[in-house]
């Protein structure tokens, strides 16, 4: 990877603003292209155009690929329709879908009709018709496919007809008469038998197949499980459709761990770092507005006790650890789940086991943190503080029992709603458990006031 100082980038704008076309051709000429998409980065859009056209047309659709929605976004703006065409039929399906979606619907059906190749133009058509977070959206039409029925010299002719196209060859899949996927042709089975007479006879049957309405995390989860490269896609009777790689995999995996990190962080939008005031505003202003709605509700309960504080002033001196305590294990709690629910050790199916867990788990926490905050009051607030003393610890056991279980309970509620959980690991936590937190702490600490006070 390719490091571009601030001496380098100088160099490169003066080369840019004298338009010395042969010296940028040189300074591009050993650069990959996810490294011509990180230089773009440091560039205006009219100097990044202005390298970009100097690049080959399969140059310029690799480069395309490499950079971030935001950037590829203003470069096509700048490009008419016929080029973007000229792009697209230098890419595999898969990655021409993903710029495709990108655009407006008028866009799209102006490139497709300016696409030369008319099976490449159908083959997208036809993935466009899936959704983008399935494994249909995700899949590629670039594949080698044999028959079960040839013959190993027909088949190897076959096999280099079709990777003539091809940049990577990672499986040679077999159908039968009916495009059915039957099995894997292994590269060792054409060396050691080269005079077999059927395909069928050598394939590896039972290949790991996923159908093209799967969800892209379920496809996720059955390459770490299989260790796979690749995967063939497939429809409801078994004929093969497409393929997924795994660096496509792994993008999309990448993209959802982004969003949900923001979600879990109290971001209500895709956003970043370099985006602009109102964008980061937007994405972050949602959730403040929902915990200052939270600190007023908090204000509130706390002001309908204020003759509790009057008995024992004592008791103002622990609501951040209540409220913050709750917070914490509230976290904890949705974010295993979270996790056990993203990597698929957590069946949805087994929640009450979960929940019966958690909440062992929040006995246990609740009773050692209640002891200990027990014995800390007792031997430093002494005689006199009493109802501080019990208050506290009986409300934080208390506490941290609900956020246990509460915070168990909501991804996997949300989950069965269809909604990402993830949303769980974030404010929405903290707050509620901070409300809850309050309610239990002043509704203990009254009735322990009356209690000592008889």
């Known amino acids: 990877m390719k490091e571009f100082t601030p001496e380098y980038l100088e160099h490169l704008r003066k080369i840019i603003h004298d338009r010395a ?7 591009l000429a050993d650069l990959h292209p996810a490294d011509i998409a990180e230089l773009y980065q440091d560039l205006d859009l009219e100097e990044a155009e202005y390298l970009f056209k100097l690049l080959d047309e399969e140059m310029q659709a690799d480069v395309l690929m490499e950079l971030d929605e935001d950037d590829r976004a203003k470069l096509l703006s700048k490009m008419d329709v016929a080029d973007i065409a000229k792009q697209i039929e230098h890419l595999d399906t898969d990655d021409a879908v993903d710029i495709i979606q990108e655009l407006d619907e008028d866009d799209r059906e102006k490139i497709l009709s300016h696409i030369d190749d008319v099976e490449q133009a159908g083959d997208i058509i036809d993935l466009l018709k899936y959704d983008e977070d399935t494994a249909g959206g995700l899949m590629g039409t670039e594949m080698i496919v044999v028959n079960e029925n040839w013959s190993m010299p027909e088949c190897i002719k076959q096999m280099r007809m079709q990777a003539e196209d091809m940049d990577e060859v990672y499986y040679v899949y077999v159908v039968d008469n009916e495009d ?7 590269l060792k089975k054409l060396i050691t038998h080269p005079s077999v007479s059927k395909i069928r006879h050598v394939m590896e049957t039972d290949p790991v197949a996923v159908k093209a309405d799967t969800p892209i995390d379920d496809v996720a989860l059955d390459f770490e499980k299989y260790d796979l490269v690749a995967m063939p896609v497939i429809d409801s009777i078994g004929r093969l ?3 997924i790689t795994v660096d496509d995999v792994m993008d999309k995996v990448r993209d959802s761990s982004e969003r949900d990190y923001q979600l879990a962080s109290g971001l209500s939008g895709d956003v970043e770092s370099d985006d602009k005031l109102f964008a980061q505003t937007k994405a972050r202003l949602p959730w403040l507005l929902i915990g200052m709605v939270g600190g007023l509700c908090n204000s509130v309960i706390l002001g309908r006790f204020e003759g509790g504080f009057v008995v024992d002033p004592a008791l103002a001196l622990f609501i951040p650890l209540i409220g913050g305590t709750g917070g914490n294990v509230g976290t904890q709690s949705s974010a295993i789940v979270v996790q056990g629910l993203a990597n698929g ?3 949805i199916k087994k929640s009450s086991r979960q929940l019966l867990k958690e909440l062992g788990v929040g006995l246990l926490n609740g009773s050692i943190i209640a002891l200990l905050v027990f014995l800390y009051n007792f031997f430093t607030l002494g ?6 003393t ?4 009986i409300s934080i056991f208390c506490v941290v029992m609900f956020a246990s279980v509460f915070g168990t309970f909501v991804p996997l509620t949300l989950e069965k709603l269809k909604i990402d959980p993830a949303i769980a690991t974030g404010p929405f936590i903290s707050i509620t458990n901070d409300i809850i937190g309050m309610l239990i702490y002043m509704s203990i600490s009254t009735w322990l006031i009356v209690f000592f006070a008889h």
């Open 21 to 27: 076309d042969a010296a940028a051709r040189e300074e």
């Open 180 to 186: 059915r996927l039957r099995g894997t042709l292994p």
């Open 241 to 243: 459709l497409g393929r």
């Open 345 to 347: 050790s957590l069946d």
């Open 383 to 388: 005689a006199g503080h009493e109802v501080t």
């Open 390 to 393: 019990f208050a506290v610890s």
